[in-house]
């Protein structure tokens, strides 16, 4: 697999590295949680005027067109800045969803507001079962319109967006449905993720007209964009990860007992080669997944996207547990980096499918291709 990147992509990367690196310290992101609103709209415009969140917008929709690859680079930079905002779910999943299924006037309006930062939109679509159950919200026709009735669980970043995306059961399969955040009929209930971020559960019980449907049948197209949206987020997981290395080897250097660095004592120099591994394993297997999203196997990509959320789940997990244990008591303080990171960590074990539902995806898809 071929991991070298243009100019243009490293540009890219480096560029929001450096943004955020000067604009977004962690005492910005504490007052930026600690707000009512959980988010900065001067932080959102500012990416806006980066081009970030057109990024997944094909040139011809008046996007950049990075693709898979400029994401993934985006995606580790936002992931080493433990960004807030809703560049994942607005950026990543939202605009792919529009990009795939929406059509006309619309689809040019949707992503022209997106691009620009005037709106966030989110794709509603967890519920309260497994990842990979089957969804019980429903959209039923209903006189000129549609029915949709159903709860949808932890929509990362609803409260802040105008626009939710509602996958949703149909007699056709499955469909989904533009609804705006204040329709009559739909009752949002904000909560606060374990790193910060918002979220909501959402009751829905209320009419839509026709053309709140986007596209028609979306079973593929709501499936290659949750794919493409694990990708990132695995990506996000890999920029988290490079920082609670990095932060933990420094601390290990300034850290002196007995009259030496304990980071030259071999027990820990053995602890932080192990998390190096754990490290570049997540780096390949994010590489593999963002690397099958580029391709038309919809079943390798299937495969490769769930190979990621395992092996960077694991990777989250014991990284993020050797960090704090390697800071000792001050390893949960929010003064330093590492708890911040262990909790983003932790939120993505648990995001889009946990790592037991994954591996077991996986033990799935390997007895039905060996039958």
């Not at 996007?63 to 930079?77: D, K, R």
């Not at 028609?216 to 490079?242: F, I, K, P, R, W």
């Not at 395992?310 to 303080?333: F, I, K, S, Y």
């Amino acid at each position: 697999m071929d991991v070298s990147f243009t100019e243009e992509q490293q540009m890219l990367h480096d560029s929001i590295r450096r943004y955020l690196a000067s604009d977004y310290p962690l005492e910005h992101r504490a007052k930026t949680i600690a707000g009512e609103d959980g988010w900065s709209a001067d932080t959102w415009r500012a990416l806006a005027d980066l081009g970030l969140l057109a990024l997944d917008i094909e040139e011809a929709d008046g996007g950049i067109g990075a693709g898979p690859v400029g994401t993934m680079l985006v995606s580790q930079a936002t992931g080493a800045g433990l960004l807030l905002e809703p560049f994942h779910s607005s950026a990543v999943l939202a605009t792919r969803v529009i990009s795939l299924l929406g059509q006309g006037e619309r689809r040019t309006m949707l992503l022209d507001a997106l691009a620009s930062g005037d709106a966030v939109a989110v794709l509603a679509h967890d519920e309260d079962g497994g990842w990979f159950d089957a969804r019980s919200t429903t959209a039923e026709p209903d006189g000129d319109g549609w029915r949709l009735h159903g709860r949808k669980a932890r929509v990362y970043h609803a409260p802040m967006a105008r626009w939710l995306l509602v996958s949703a059961r149909t007699q056709d399969g499955s469909g989904v449905f533009l609804v705006e955040r204040d329709a009559e009929g739909m009752e949002l209930r904000a909560l606060r993720t374990v790193d910060g971020q918002r979220a909501a559960d959402i009751e829905l019980d209320l009419h839509l007209p026709a053309d709140a449907r986007l596209g028609g049948e979306a079973s593929a197209a709501l499936e290659q964009a949750l794919d493409h949206g694990l990708a990132a987020l695995c990506a996000d997981a890999l920029g988290v990860l490079d920082r609670t290395l990095a932060t933990t080897v420094q601390y290990t250097r300034d850290r002196v007992q007995f009259g030496t660095p304990i980071g030259r004592f071999q027990a820990l120099q053995h602890r932080m080669a192990d998390m190096y591994m754990q490290v570049e394993q997540a780096r390949s297997m994010s590489y593999l997944a963002t690397s099958a999203c580029l391709g038309d196997d919809a079943q390798a990509r299937r495969e490769a996207v769930s190979g990621a959320k395992v092996v960077v789940g694991q990777a989250a997990r014991r990284v993020g547990q050797e960090a704090v244990q390697l800071h000792g008591g001050m390893g949960m303080t929010d003064e330093l980096d590492v708890s911040h990171c262990f909790r983003r960590l932790l939120a993505f074990e648990l995001r889009m499918g946990t790592t037991d539902e994954h591996l077991r995806a996986l033990h799935g898809l390997a007895r039905a291709e060996a039958a």
